[in-house]
């Protein structure tokens, strides 16, 4: 979806909250009261991201990603923009059922603005960031 076409009145009507988001017709709507936290969660963010992150930066797979975007009321660990693609990283805190839950909903308000989302786990990561990035390749190749 073009961020041309991501209207206040579209996102009303499919439940998410508009309030302090920022529209613009070159990027997604996004929340800038979360610049702070996101330039912190850059900064000292998780050993994961970092392994990862290792891998997507500098277009070692082609293309383009951005580590830590603001997108809506929520930060994407990793954003394509070419791809309409975020990566999520799922750590121990995504195991309970209310994270569950909220996983859901940021993924269902992801996917109405035209995103794809992948979701790894922190642990698989951890053992082998290669083989992860060889599976995130394929499913791109899929998209």
Excluded at 65 to 85: H, M, P, S, T, V
Aim: aromatic content about 8%; hydrophobic content about 35%; glycine content about 4%.
């Amino acid at each position: 979806m073009d961020p041309k076409e991501i209207t206040p009145t579209y996102l009303h009507q499919h439940g998410i909250k508009i309030t302090n988001l920022v529209f613009s017709s070159d990027h997604l709507p996004y929340n800038p009261n979360l610049k702070q936290y996101s330039r912190r969660l850059r900064k000292y963010g998780e050993l994961s991201e970092a392994l990862l992150w290792k891998h997507l930066r500098a277009k070692k797979t082609g293309y383009t990603f951005n580590r830590q975007k603001i997108i809506l009321n929520y930060i994407a660990d990793f954003y394509c923009k070419e791809l309409n693609l975020v990566i999520e990283i799922d750590g121990k805190s995504h195991f309970s059922e209310q994270s569950q839950e909220s996983d859901k909903e940021r993924d269902r308000q992801m996917e109405l603005i035209g995103l794809k989302i992948i979701r790894v786990a922190d642990k698989d990561i951890r053992k082998n960031a290669e083989h992860v990035v060889k599976c995130i390749m394929e499913s791109i190749s899929e998209i």
